[in-house]
């Protein structure tokens, strides 16, 4: 199994250019998560989902989109890259199961993305 | 408002001794306390978790303390490795949020050999 995956791993783009982060896991998770962390800080949630289909904000979904078409997909799209958007992506998958909630995300490797 | 903070950017320790790494929250709906690891270039991978039920979770080298009423929780490690230097992310999260977990800004472990 290769669990979760992220597509580029690193990207520079222009102000302005839009692009889409990839995310794909193949563990038939339900729930998906999409958090950024800046340098020196805590990962930040941007959206997440709890089913094909179903999508949310997070904490700063601003300049971000999400779609959620299938279980195993959920791509990231900026549309109008900013350079406050300069940050490193963790997409992220959890299995809720029994009756704790204590259950542990699995994160892929990351992508970094510089804005200039 | 930061919900969950790590207080110490970096901690460092030599080879064999105890690290301790702490974390305070003030939102009193968490109900689940994570520590994740993070190597560079990396994803987090998960550490160690306890329920807010309980005040004590052990796993091999590994153990977490939760004070509620302090709304407190610590990681220790016992015996430190050089292997263990990485940034360790607190996390939290409510039993009914979707999963949505808080996280603090990490701390830099260095074990020194």
Not at chain 1, 53 to 80: A, C, H, M, Q
Not at chain 2, 91 to 103: I, P, V
Request: charge should be neutral.
């Amino acid at each position: 199994n290769a669990g979760v995956t992220q597509t580029p791993k690193f990207r520079i783009l222009k102000i302005g250019q839009s692009m889409t982060l990839q995310c794909a896991q193949d563990m038939n998770h339900n729930y998906m998560y999409w958090y950024r962390q800046d340098p020196g800080m805590g990962l930040k949630l941007i959206y997440y989902s709890v089913g094909a289909g179903i999508t949310d904000k997070g904490e700063v979904p601003n300049g971000y989109n999400v779609s959620r078409s299938t279980t195993e997909d959920f791509p990231l799209r900026l549309e109008l890259a900013a350079p406050s958007q300069t940050s490193v992506y963790f997409c992220a998958t959890l299995e809720i199961y029994g009756t704790s909630g204590a259950n542990e995300q699995f994160f892929g490797p990351g992508t970094r993305l510089t804005v200039l | 408002d930061q919900q969950v903070k790590q207080n110490s950017p970096s901690l460092s320790v030599q080879e064999g001794r105890i690290s301790i790494l702490n974390c305070d929250y003030t939102n009193s709906m968490f109900d689940y306390f994570l520590w994740y690891k993070k190597y560079p270039a990396e994803g987090p991978t998960f550490l160690i978790s306890i329920s807010s039920i309980k005040d004590k979770n052990e796993d091999g080298r590994f153990t977490v303390f939760l004070n509620k009423s302090a709304k407190h929780l610590s990681l220790h490690i016992v015996p430190s490795q050089p292997g263990d230097s990485a940034v360790y992310f607190c996390a939290a999260r409510g039993n009914t949020n979707a999963g949505k977990s808080t996280f603090g800004d990490g701390t830099t472990l260095t074990v020194k050999p």
